[in-house]
């Protein structure tokens, strides 16, 4: 693949990763101004702040927050075919469910109804992306762009099927591709793609086996998909498909898509897969070719940004519940146990948190966006003592991600670029075990992860829905006409966004948010700086 560097979230959108709170400081005084200067370097060490002084928006503009708004509607409004092709025509959708029959081969090019069905999406149909109108950037998690925390509204592209399509279904080749790594619910979505493909009278559908490698390996050969070929595949984990990463240069995927005729591609993966997506569909746009690629986000550690959650991570945080669970009894059972459990999580620790506060038997829960120590006396191994003393057993969540800077740095990276890390979980449970033996305490420290297990297991029943609607909003985005787009869930509503606007960086948990404070509420640990 070649390297992509996506371009940042806007000239004038101040994100959360880019703001000062002066929150941080807040609550704090006399005996406790050590734990201030730690929690002020804990707020900047993860750029959680939210005053600004943005030099790209003058505030003293009286028009400033007009301007915003304009701004903002310019960089999510999202690639059209009519962008490049202003001559095209649109067709009445052959998507209508008012009809229970299917579409026929000798369908006459109108609705399957003479009764007009207003299950239709218009095109000026917007979602509201931000709900929550902060008072005071001191608030728990503001996201402001001002001082003042100045309401501004950010409205974008509400999913779903439209009255109008681009594409005769007759003339369509579909492709599908799930890059990456595993991730619960893969074989869901590519079943409603299918199903909904066929439903609007898609006869030709394809799937490209082993993510974008699968466009150039001779040796790997196209998948013929029809309902009948997916009906059952969501009963199982992993992907009907396969995974793969890495894969041939952008010009030479496209020009594959060229010699097999593919006009949909639909792409299951994570940021840089979709990085990937969004190069094809410049390809595409540069060679004039009528292409609509569109993206559904995969991600099981939930960090591509503006969505809700990304498909795989409720089932993600449910499974984690049994690894847990296992390392409590294991603690609970042995005398000073320590059980460690270790989740996914390269550079956010969302699953770590909520898996630690649904389980409510985590007694420390590490994650990537938090510093710590391991040693001294505010370090994570005295914290143990103390639990071990006080409750005679403890149980700790990391993220894989977390306290990469104890462990020895190869600099490898795998076949997608992502650094090759450390094991953090070997390495607490060597560092616990060497610190109770120095001390001259017992303590039998137990290790569990479950990573493999938990991103090959079969979705559950909360993934399920979202990878149905996902799916069918994927097929009803591109027979719309629109390309270079992702679907996903904002404030429960369904939205198309444009892919450079959410792989700028990753999502990541906000220390100051409620979400983290409920789960340092939940285990009672301290901080460790």
């Not at 070649?2 to 000239?11: D, K, Q, R, V």
């Not at 829905?465 to 719309?480: E, K």
């Amino acid at each position: 693949m070649e390297s992509i560097s996506p371009p940042p979230l806007g000239a004038n959108f101040v994100a959360l990763s880019s703001v000062k709170r002066p929150a941080c400081t807040v609550g704090f005084s006399g005996s406790v101004a050590p734990r201030l200067r730690n929690f002020e370097r804990i707020c900047k060490s993860n750029r959680v702040f939210s005053e600004t002084k943005n030099p790209e928006i003058d505030f003293s503009d009286p028009d400033w927050k007009t301007k915003f708004q304009a701004d903002f509607e310019r960089r999510f409004n999202i690639p059209h075919l009519t962008d490049i092709f202003d001559d095209l025509v649109p067709i009445p959708s052959t998507f209508c469910l008012k009809s229970r029959t299917p579409v026929s081969e000798d369908f006459s090019g109108s609705y399957p109804s003479d009764e007009k069905w207003h299950g239709y999406i218009n095109n000026n149909d917007r979602v509201l992306l931000k709900t929550i109108h902060y008072s005071s950037p001191t608030s728990a998690g503001a996201e402001c762009i001002d001082s003042n925390c100045t309401w501004v509204e950010q409205w974008v592209h509400r999913a779903g099927p439209r009255e109008k399509i681009y594409f005769k279904p007759e003339d369509v080749k579909a492709a599908i591709v799930t890059c990456g790594g595993l991730c619960p619910g893969l074989n869901d979505v590519i079943r409603q793609i299918v199903i909904t493909l066929e439903i609007y009278g898609v006869k030709k559908i394809i799937g490209i086996p082993f993510g974008y490698r699968g466009f150039f390996n001779e040796g790997i050969r196209e998948m013929q998909l029809s309902r009948k070929v997916v009906q059952n595949i969501h009963l199982a984990g992993g992907s009907l498909l396969g995974v793969s990463r890495g894969g041939p240069n952008v010009s030479d995927i496209v020009s594959n898509m060229e010699e097999r005729g593919i006009n949909m591609l639909f792409v299951l993966g994570g940021n840089g897969t979709h990085a990937g997506a969004n190069a094809i569909h410049n390809e595409c746009h540069k060679r004039r070719m009528r292409v609509a690629v569109v993206g559904v986000p995969k991600t099981i550690d939930n960090d591509i940004l503006l969505m809700d959650k990304t498909f795989g991570f409720d089932t993600a945080v449910e499974e984690a519940q049994r690894a847990i669970n296992s390392a409590y009894i294991e603690a609970h059972s042995a005398y000073r146990g320590i059980g460690i459990v270790k989740l996914m999580g390269r550079s956010s620790g969302f699953i770590a948190m909520h898996a630690s506060l649904a389980s409510g038997q985590v007694d420390l829960c590490l994650i990537p966006e938090v510093p710590f120590r391991l040693h001294g006396p505010h370090g994570v191994l005295n914290h143990l003592k103390y639990l071990l003393e006080t409750k005679g057993s403890a149980v700790v969540c990391v993220a894989e991600g977390a306290g990469q800077n104890f462990l020895e740095k190869t600099n490898a990276t795998d076949p997608s670029g992502n650094i090759i890390l450390g094991d953090i979980g070997v390495h607490i449970q060597q560092e616990s075990k060497k610190y109770f033996k120095e001390i001259g305490l017992p303590a039998d420290v137990k290790y569990i992860d479950p990573t493999y297990m938990i991103r090959a297991c079969r979705a559950n029943a909360a993934d399920g829905i979202l990878c149905a609607v996902l799916g069918q909003n994927a097929v009803h985005g591109a027979f719309a006409g629109y390309g270079g787009i992702t679907v996903g869930i904002c404030n429960t509503h369904y939205v198309y966004l444009p892919i450079p606007e959410v792989i700028s960086h990753p999502r990541n948990v906000d220390p100051n948010s409620r979400m983290w404070h409920r789960c340092l509420t939940s285990t009672g640990q301290p901080d460790f700086v």
